[in-house]
């Protein structure tokens, strides 16, 4: 059901029965000011309400529209109107709001608008040079941003919201360039975003319905293609837990000693996980995301892999770590049985598993893949040493014979 609104006693009262509960919410006291009320002349107006809560909300409109025309609204009727909210959540001043609207008798509202602010603050986030287009026809609102400067980067968006079913939804294609990582996580979960760093590009395309949030998570659905340039997750260092964790083998005590972990201090000497990109693709749908591929790309090691973020963020994955010509020549030159382990390339691959939830994260080295090959290495080098005896033998035995 739709919302209503009843006004008693210069108070205005919204009741919102669209969700499993109903949402009140009363704006008092309300002020409301029309100067040159007429059909034919455009009328002055402002409008002053305070929004009741834990922390009350001041609303200011002031203005023109008009002519109405006679009839009212059966053609095109000018509108400019400037916003400020203060308190709460949201502040912001000078919303400028210009456009026309009418009344068509088989689309019902028909309106053009276009808002702009130099500068809002949302939620803590800070917005500039905001530039929205917005057209509704026919139960249909069409919106289209420009780039939008907030995160340190980028945000445009291009959708549509339609409200003619039961159930309103949107779908939206956003377009993000250079944004800050920590800030975006910060505007959910600030504890998390302490533990990660980086500039986030993304494209892509999302449905869903925005009734409530818990039908948002549900409904939520689309791919996305992600890229972090110089990134860093903190108290996570996969490379480290997948290549530390290979011992008790045949006698392998680690497969990096202390002198390979001094040649490679970017990966060995901190608990944290630093690249120089990482990419993946997204695919949402019903309160999960699919992930496939995801690369990461450093100067010692790439890793792709693909997994699953499931309910409450939990991650489960697998992925094959790839080591550089370098540190697999220096593994392999601290334990020549790690050559077991190369890929067609010649370069060291692991396999391992990725479980936790973000951003804790932990791998493990695929062990049972692990022991397998280097057990084989060892089986064809003792192999290789037995025969090797035996042509010597038969060599000696030419020899006396001669």
């Known amino acids: 059901m739709l919302a209503f609104v009843v006004l008693e006693d210069g108070e205005l009262r919204v009741v919102d029965r669209r969700g499993a509960e109903p949402v009140e919410t009363i704006v008092a006291p309300i002020e409301v000011?029309?100067?040159?009320?007429?059909?034919?002349?455009?009328?002055?107006?402002?409008?002053?309400?305070?929004?009741?809560?834990?922390?009350?909300?001041?609303?200011?409109?002031?203005?023109?529209?008009?002519?109405?025309?006679?009839?009212?609204?059966?053609?095109?009727?000018?509108?400019?109107?400037?916003?400020?909210?203060?308190?709460?959540?949201?502040?912001?001043?000078?919303?400028?709001?210009?456009?026309?609207?009418?009344?068509?008798?088989?689309?019902?509202?028909?309106?053009?608008?276009?808002?702009?602010?130099?500068?809002?603050?949302?939620?803590?986030?800070?917005?500039?040079?905001?530039?929205?287009?917005?057209?509704?026809?026919?139960?249909?609102?069409?919106?289209?941003?420009?780039?939008?400067?907030?995160?340190?980067?980028?945000?445009?968006?291009?959708?549509?919201?339609?409200?003619?079913?039961?159930?309103?939804?949107?779908?939206?294609?956003?377009?993000?360039?250079?944004?800050?990582?920590?800030?975006?996580?910060?505007a959910s979960d600030p504890e998390a975003a302490a533990r990660i760093r980086g500039r986030l590009d993304a494209d892509g395309s999302l449905t869903g319905s925005p009734t409530t949030r818990m039908h948002l998570r549900r409904s939520l659905g689309g791919e996305v293609h992600v890229t972090v340039h110089e990134g860093a997750l903190a108290g996570v260092n996969v490379a480290e837990e997948v290549l530390s964790g290979l011992s008790g083998f045949g006698g392998l005590a680690t497969l990096v000693p202390g002198r390979v972990r001094d040649r490679h201090p970017e990966i060995f000497a901190g608990d944290d996980m630093r690249f120089d990109e990482l990419r993946a693709d997204l695919r949402i749908m019903a309160g999960r995301i699919d992930v496939d591929p995801v690369v990461v790309t450093t100067k010692d090691y790439a890793a792709r892999g693909k997994g699953v973020v499931g309910v409450a963020n939990r991650v489960q994955g697998d992925a094959v770590l790839v080591a550089s010509e370098q540190l697999t020549a220096d593994i392999v030159g601290a334990f020549s049985g790690a050559q077991a382990l190369a890929n067609d390339a010649g370069r060291l691959a692991v396999p391992f598993h990725v479980t936790g939830v973000l951003p804790d994260v932990r791998a493990k080295a695929d062990r049972e893949y692990v022991h397998r090959a280097l057990e084989k290495a060892l089986v064809g080098t003792v192999e290789d040493l037995l025969g090797g005896g035996r042509k010597d033998r038969k060599r000696d035995r030419d020899a006396r014979r001669r």
Do not use: C, Y
């Open 33 to 186: 000011w029309l100067s040159d009320p007429s059909l034919e002349q455009p009328i002055g107006f402002r409008a002053r309400g305070t929004v009741t809560g834990s922390e009350p909300v001041e609303v200011t409109l002031q203005g023109r529209f008009g002519p109405l025309g006679k009839p009212p609204l059966a053609r095109d009727v000018p509108l400019a109107v400037f916003l400020g909210v203060q308190g709460g959540a949201v502040w912001v001043s000078n919303v400028a709001m210009n456009g026309t609207v009418r009344r068509d008798r088989e689309l019902g509202p028909v309106a053009t608008l276009e808002v702009t602010a130099p500068t809002m603050r949302i939620g803590g986030v800070d917005v500039r040079d905001l530039i929205l287009n917005v057209s509704e026809t026919n139960g249909g609102t069409e919106f289209r941003t420009h780039p939008v400067k907030m995160l340190g980067g980028t945000i445009e968006l291009n959708g549509r919201i339609d409200r003619r079913g039961d159930t309103p939804t949107f779908a939206v294609t956003p377009v993000v360039r250079g944004v800050d990582v920590s800030q975006l996580v910060a």
